[in-house]
């Protein structure tokens, strides 16, 4: 598939690459350029010449640059001249050797891994790994029961006066919870701290998201343990991971054809996170792929928003919304309409039924059918999205780009619900998906 | 105090001070049957009362929806073309911006759906008015809905010149009721198929419009102006704004018939005289002789009474009298070739003055192109003689006259300079730097050829005037001519200076991927109108 300049910056690491990329995507930066229906190649004038190759099946890429962020400025630069001057990399049937041996040898490993992942694993020594978890969930209990109290004892003293406190009060607690083996709570605190003073209703959200974690550390203590059908979806907020084998006995494994339907991208002191939400054609099951990245390395797989991938995927266990994706032979833009909810209601139906399965879900899929964007406004806008019988809130302002393209036109919208407002992330019009903002 | 209120009030004191509230809000009914601290019931209340409000969140009723747009009639430039001219155009290569949507303009191509927030984001009056044409149903559907972008409002009122009158009651509604820079436009567009139309409306409306606008109305009608206009410039000859008042007394300059030109020539001709000097070899003189002192019907007329920067009182009473006479009511008067004219009169105590006048008149005579010549010419023998801002002003004199010129004679020149000696190429490309025409495709086609034959020979000073033309030139470059430009470049050995070669070999580089762009550029247009890749 063709991949668009927008989806190209989505594949950079950073601004500073999608900047250094789009400098080399131009003709005059590259030589021997050429693609198939398997790959693209060329090579870049550096310092001295990059040999770059790109998988079009499944994204994957190689340059001989000594760049360690991935993928790197050549990578991308060669995407930006394919997606912008596609005279530039002309249709060639037969790559030259340099590119053709790398893609070679990479469908030969692909080979070989999926051979091995069929040969039997070595037993487990049973007694080592239930004493591991034991110690785990005594350190979880004893940092929950310390979080319990510091929560507490911000409600005796007040919350008042908080927006003077700097990030070193809040990340204290949360160092001390990843030293309990609790990050995702302790990601949690740490995002607290930018709610003080941020607005003038941030006592109301922040007494909030406290109260939100107290019923986290409250459920977990008294059911999270003991089996039962929250425990998966607790242990999850706690931080807990699970394994692939694990993924693999006891998650739900379904396959589809899914579409990408939208992503989003955040940044903490430790680690860039990537949440990746699709749609399943023929399940109508809607979810998220969630992957971390530290430092400049890239995510494990190469997302883009906009695609499909005919593959299994797999939504772990006690979350019915976060799944792992199987690998895909290729990948195809998506070029039909998807399946979504009727009206606003039908889908408020849907996510009260979400949240009523797991309370402790950020955010829900909005996949909305025949939308229309609307605003309103002119010294304060107003944005919101409209069925003919209900409207509810964008989050943010300027969401010009989705209303120039829709024209006010319906479209089938899909974004995130908080409960609050919705963050477009994309939409389908005329069969075409288009990313937002 | 609702629920939430007293819950946070709590919360904000802290429980050790503030007592826990009562409350029937449905969800702390789940809290109710736990025995817990105060701290603990807060929170248990908080977390409940936010799932409970997220889970049964209800939806607003609709207010009413905003139209859709209507279909766009003309055709859409590809989606391809967004990152081009986002990218490309709009953030690196901004001089590319008004060619470029002139050339959509050529094609009948509107601007594709997701740009155009950022063109209507455009501060710049240039762009604006170049996007204007191009931004099509959908950018003027847009506009409606963002005051920011009202600019974009007049777009669909001067797309199309040839059906300019179809609706007049419609176009008169816009002029009356309109954003101004509708209303201009829309006088602009009947001025030019019903004059009279135009001036009766603006005469309705003028005495309440800001002296700003009263000065572009009044400029408007330089457009199909004639002798029927006159009663309205008289007026406006008395204006209260000052720049109204020359604008009125510019175009009346242009009515010879008008009373107010039958003035300013008699006046002029009561300054300037002709005499022959010279006891066996007889040669003309031209004397000119301002009043000594200003009459107040010189004043109402638009004659300014203080003297100007760089003149005495009388100088600036000369030049402004006889700007408003054609040069050509001279040379009929006197029965003199301008050139003799101009000779007659430089060594004048008022020459100076007398040909700025020339200049500044002749630019609404521009048929005259004797005149014209003939004035470039002192204004270049002047910049060749003089020195530093002295000889910078004639220069720039010499060059603003460039353009009044037939193409094909500037074009000859700039030929004949180009190749010649240093001081020839010089001029040539301060001509080139300073005329703001349209270049022919041909001329172009020649100045590129020619540029890669001297960058490719060597690199000096002269070099670095060549390349830096040679970007400017980039933007100008017709389609046609855009495959030969695009051609490898080679940059010629470094003389003593390696920075020319550095600085030669830069411009070249940023000349190259111009070419890039806009062929780049052209391919999506080709294919917008083919039907290609399009947006909808």
């Given at each position: 598939?063709?991949?668009?300049?927008?989806?190209?910056?989505?594949?950079?690491?950073?601004?500073?690459?999608?900047?250094?990329?789009?400098?080399?995507?131009?003709?005059?930066?590259?030589?021997?350029?050429?693609?198939?229906?398997?790959?693209?190649?060329?090579?870049?004038?550096?310092?001295?010449?990059?040999?770059?190759?790109?998988?079009?099946?499944?994204?994957?890429?190689?340059?001989?640059?000594?760049?360690?962020?991935?993928?790197?400025?050549?990578?991308?630069?060669?995407?930006?001249?394919?997606?912008?001057?596609?005279?530039?990399?002309?249709?060639?049937?037969?790559?030259?050797?340099?590119?053709?041996?790398?893609?070679?040898?990479?469908?030969?490993?692909?080979?070989?891994?999926?051979?091995?992942?069929?040969?039997?694993?070595?037993?487990?020594?049973?007694?080592?790994?239930?004493?591991?978890?034991?110690?785990?969930?005594?350190?979880?209990?004893?940092?929950?029961?310390?979080?319990?109290?510091?929560?507490?004892?911000?409600?005796?003293?007040?919350?008042?006066?908080?927006?003077?406190?700097?990030?070193?009060?809040?990340?204290?607690?949360?160092?001390?919870?990843?030293?309990?083996?609790?990050?995702?709570?302790?990601?949690?605190?740490?995002?607290?701290?930018?709610?003080?003073?941020?607005?003038?209703?941030?006592?109301?959200?922040?007494?909030?998201?406290?109260?939100?974690?107290?019923?986290?550390?409250?459920?977990?203590?008294?059911?999270?343990?003991?089996?039962?059908?929250?425990?998966?979806?607790?242990?999850?907020?706690?931080?807990?991971?699970?394994?692939?084998?694990?993924?693999?006995?006891?998650?739900?494994?379904?396959?589809?054809?899914?579409?990408?339907?939208?992503?989003?991208?955040?940044?903490?002191?430790?680690?860039?996170?990537?949440?990746?939400?699709?749609?399943?054609?023929?399940?109508?099951?809607?979810?998220?792929?969630?992957?971390?990245?530290?430092?400049?390395?890239?995510?494990?797989?190469?997302?883009?928003?906009?695609?499909?991938?005919?593959?299994?995927?797999?939504?772990?266990?006690?979350?019915?919304?976060?799944?792992?994706?199987?690998?895909?032979?290729?990948?195809?833009?998506?070029?039909?309409?998807l399946p979504g909810h009727e009206s606003i209601d039908a889908f408020l139906d849907a996510a009260a039924t979400a949240w009523a399965t797991n309370p402790w879900a950020d955010q829900i899929l909005a996949s909305l059918q025949d939308v229309s964007?609307?605003?309103?406004?002119?010294?304060?806008?107003?944005?919101?999205?409209?069925?003919?019988?209900?409207?509810?809130?964008?989050?943010?302002?300027?969401?010009?780009?989705?209303?120039?393209?829709?024209?006010?036109?319906?479209?089938?919208?899909?974004?995130?619900?908080?409960?609050?407002?919705?963050?477009?992330?994309?939409?389908?019009?005329?069969?075409?998906?288009?990313?937002?903002? | 105090?609702?629920?939430?209120?007293?819950?946070?009030?709590?919360?904000?004191?802290?429980?050790?001070?503030?007592?826990?509230?009562?409350?029937?809000?449905?969800?702390?009914?789940?809290?109710?049957?736990?025995?817990?601290?105060?701290?603990?019931?807060?929170?248990?209340?908080?977390?409940?009362?936010?799932?409970?409000?997220?889970?049964?969140?209800?939806?607003?009723?609709?207010?009413?929806?905003?139209?859709?747009?209507?279909?766009?009639?003309?055709?859409?430039?590809?989606?391809?073309?967004?990152?081009?001219?986002?990218?490309?155009?709009?953030?690196?290569?901004?001089?590319?911006?008004?060619?470029?949507?002139?050339?959509?303009?050529?094609?009948?191509?509107?601007?594709?759906?997701?740009?155009?927030?950022?063109?209507?984001?455009?501060?710049?009056?240039?762009?604006?008015?170049?996007?204007?044409?191009?931004?099509?149903?959908?950018?003027?559907?847009?506009?409606?809905?963002?005051?920011?972008?009202?600019?974009?409002?007049?777009?669909?009122?001067?797309?199309?010149?040839?059906?300019?009158?179809?609706?007049?009651?419609?176009?008169?509604?816009?002029?009356?009721?309109?954003?101004?820079?509708?209303?201009?436009?829309?006088?602009?567009?009947?001025?030019?198929?019903?004059?009279?139309?135009?001036?009766?409306?603006?005469?309705?409306?003028?005495?309440?419009?800001?002296?700003?606008?009263?000065?572009?109305?009044?400029?408007?009608?330089?457009?199909?102006?004639?002798?029927?206009?006159?009663?309205?410039?008289?007026?406006?000859?008395?204006?209260?704004?000052?720049?109204?008042?020359?604008?009125?007394?510019?175009?009346?300059?242009?009515?010879?018939?008008?009373?107010?030109?039958?003035?300013?020539?008699?006046?002029?001709?009561?300054?300037?005289?002709?005499?022959?000097?010279?006891?066996?070899?007889?040669?003309?003189?031209?004397?000119?002789?301002?009043?000594?002192?200003?009459?107040?019907?010189?004043?109402?007329?638009?004659?300014?009474?203080?003297?100007?920067?760089?003149?005495?009182?009388?100088?600036?009473?000369?030049?402004?009298?006889?700007?408003?006479?054609?040069?050509?009511?001279?040379?009929?008067?006197?029965?003199?070739?301008?050139?003799?004219?101009?000779?007659?009169?430089?060594?004048?105590?008022?020459?100076?003055?007398?040909?700025?006048?020339?200049?500044?008149?002749?630019?609404?005579?521009?048929?005259?192109?004797?005149?014209?010549?003939?004035?470039?010419?002192?204004?270049?023998?002047?910049?060749?003689?003089?020195?530093?801002?002295?000889?910078?002003?004639?220069?720039?004199?010499?060059?603003?006259?460039?353009?009044?010129?037939?193409?094909?004679?500037?074009?000859?020149?700039?030929?004949?300079?180009?190749?010649?000696?240093?001081?020839?190429?010089?001029?040539?490309?301060?001509?080139?730097?300073?005329?703001?025409?349209?270049?022919?495709?041909?001329?172009?086609?020649?100045?590129?050829?020619?540029?890669?034959?001297?960058?490719?020979?060597?690199?000096?000073?002269?070099?670095?005037?060549?390349?830096?033309?040679?970007?400017?030139?980039?933007?100008?470059?017709?389609?046609?001519?855009?495959?030969?430009?695009?051609?490898?470049?080679?940059v010629g050995e470094p003389d003593k200076q390696a920075w020319h070669h550095n600085t030669v070999s830069r411009h070249v580089q940023a000349f190259q991927h111009t070419m890039s762009v806009r062929v780049a550029i052209e391919e999506e247009l080709?294919?917008?109108?083919?039907?290609?890749?399009?947006?909808?």
């Amino acid at each position: 598939m063709e991949l668009t300049s927008a989806q190209v910056e989505e594949m950079a690491p950073d601004a500073s690459s999608v900047k250094a990329g789009q400098k080399l995507g131009k003709p005059g930066a590259w030589q021997d350029t050429g693609r198939n229906d398997q790959m693209i190649w060329g090579q870049c004038a550096g310092s001295k010449l990059y040999d770059v190759k790109f998988d079009r099946s499944n994204f994957g890429y190689h340059c001989n640059c000594p760049s360690r962020k991935f993928p790197c400025k050549h990578v991308l630069g060669l995407l930006f001249l394919t997606a912008n001057h596609a005279v530039a990399v002309p249709d060639t049937e037969v790559a030259p050797g340099w590119a053709g041996d790398w893609l070679k040898k990479r469908q030969d490993r692909a080979e070989k891994n999926a051979a091995a992942a069929d040969k039997p694993k070595k037993p487990v020594d049973k007694a080592a790994q239930a004493k591991r978890a034991a110690a785990r969930d005594k350190k979880v209990n004893d940092g929950l029961t310390r979080l319990d109290l510091w929560l507490q004892d911000l409600i005796r003293g007040g919350l008042a006066g908080l927006e003077t406190k700097d990030y070193g009060f809040w990340n204290e607690q949360a160092k001390r919870l990843n030293d309990a083996q609790a990050p995702s709570l302790a990601n949690r605190v740490e995002q607290l701290g930018e709610i003080p003073g941020s607005g003038r209703d941030w006592p109301s959200r922040l007494l909030m998201e406290l109260g939100r974690l107290k019923l986290i550390v409250d459920a977990y203590q008294r059911v999270g343990q003991s089996g039962g059908p929250y425990t998966d979806a607790l242990r999850q907020q706690i931080g807990f991971t699970v394994s692939t084998d694990e993924l693999g006995e006891r998650g739900e494994t379904l396959t589809d054809r899914w579409s990408l339907v939208g992503q989003t991208s955040s940044e903490t002191s430790r680690m860039r996170t990537q949440v990746t939400w699709f749609v399943g054609h023929g399940t109508g099951r809607t979810g998220y792929v969630l992957q971390f990245a530290v430092g400049n390395r890239s995510f494990e797989q190469l997302l883009v928003p906009g695609t499909e991938y005919n593959s299994p995927l797999t939504f772990y266990p006690g979350d019915p919304q976060r799944a792992k994706l199987g690998e895909s032979e290729k990948t195809e833009p998506i070029s039909e309409r998807l399946p979504g909810h009727e009206s606003i209601d039908a889908f408020l139906d849907a996510a009260a039924t979400a949240w009523a399965t797991n309370p402790w879900a950020d955010q829900i899929l909005a996949s909305l059918q025949d939308v229309s964007i609307q605003v309103s406004g002119n010294e304060k806008r107003s944005w919101t999205v409209n069925d003919g019988s209900l409207q509810l809130p964008l989050t943010r302002a300027g969401h010009w780009n989705a209303l120039a393209v829709s024209g006010g036109r319906p479209v089938d919208l899909f974004g995130t619900w908080d409960g609050l407002a919705i963050e477009p992330l994309g939409m389908v019009l005329d069969g075409q998906y288009r990313r937002l903002p | 105090m609702t629920h939430q209120d007293s819950l946070l009030s709590a919360a904000l004191i802290g429980s050790s001070t503030a007592p826990l509230p009562a409350s029937d809000h449905p969800a702390d009914e789940v809290v109710a049957v736990i025995d817990r601290s105060p701290e603990e019931i807060v929170l248990l209340r908080a977390g409940a009362r936010r799932l409970y409000e997220r889970a049964g969140h209800e939806g607003a009723a609709t207010g009413e929806p905003i139209p859709p747009c209507d279909p766009e009639s003309r055709v859409i430039g590809t989606t391809q073309l967004t990152p081009l001219l986002r990218d490309e155009v709009l953030t690196g290569q901004r001089e590319l911006a008004v060619p470029t949507f002139a050339r959509m303009h050529e094609l009948r191509v509107v601007l594709p759906p997701e740009v155009l927030p950022t063109v209507l984001s455009l501060s710049r009056k240039r762009e604006r008015e170049a996007a204007l044409p191009i931004l099509g149903t959908r950018g003027r559907w847009l506009a409606h809905l963002n005051a920011d972008w009202e600019w974009g409002l007049a777009a669909g009122t001067v797309f199309d010149a040839a059906d300019a009158t179809s609706d007049l009651q419609a176009m008169e509604a816009e002029f009356t009721q309109g954003v101004a820079a509708t209303r201009l436009a829309v006088l602009k567009r009947v001025r030019r198929a019903e004059p009279a139309t135009a001036r009766e409306w603006l005469n309705e409306v003028f005495k309440s419009e800001s002296a700003k606008d009263r000065d572009a109305f009044v400029k408007c009608l330089g457009v199909g102006l004639s002798m029927d206009d006159e009663p309205f410039l008289e007026v406006c000859l008395k204006d209260r704004a000052g720049a109204v008042r020359v604008s009125a007394g510019g175009l009346l300059s242009r009515l010879p018939d008008s009373a107010y030109s039958v003035r300013m020539r008699e006046r002029a001709e009561a300054m300037l005289t002709l005499e022959s000097k010279g006891l066996i070899k007889k040669k003309p003189v031209l004397r000119c002789d301002p009043p000594e002192s200003l009459d107040k019907d010189w004043k109402y007329d638009g004659v300014p009474e203080k003297a100007t920067a760089g003149r005495g009182k009388r100088a600036t009473w000369a030049h402004a009298v006889l700007r408003a006479v054609p040069p050509h009511h001279w040379s009929a008067k006197f029965e003199r070739a301008p050139a003799e004219l101009i000779e007659a009169v430089r060594d004048d105590n008022f020459a100076d003055a007398i040909l700025d006048a020339w200049t500044d008149a002749i630019t609404f005579a521009t048929d005259n192109v004797e005149w014209v010549v003939a004035l470039a010419s002192i204004w270049m023998e002047f910049a060749e003689k003089k020195r530093g801002e002295a000889a910078q002003k004639a220069l720039a004199k010499a060059s603003a006259l460039v353009p009044l010129l037939p193409a094909e004679d500037i074009e000859t020149t700039l030929r004949e300079k180009l190749i010649g000696s240093r001081a020839a190429q010089v001029q040539g490309f301060q001509i080139l730097n300073d005329a703001k025409c349209a270049w022919s495709d041909k001329f172009l086609s020649w100045f590129v050829s020619q540029a890669r034959s001297v960058l490719g020979r060597k690199c000096d000073e002269m070099s670095v005037s060549w390349a830096e033309a040679l970007v400017r030139m980039a933007p100008h470059l017709s389609p046609a001519g855009l495959a030969t430009a695009s051609e490898p470049w080679t940059v010629g050995e470094p003389d003593k200076q390696a920075w020319h070669h550095n600085t030669v070999s830069r411009h070249v580089q940023a000349f190259q991927h111009t070419m890039s762009v806009r062929v780049a550029i052209e391919e999506e247009l080709q294919k917008s109108i083919r039907g290609v890749g399009g947006a909808s």
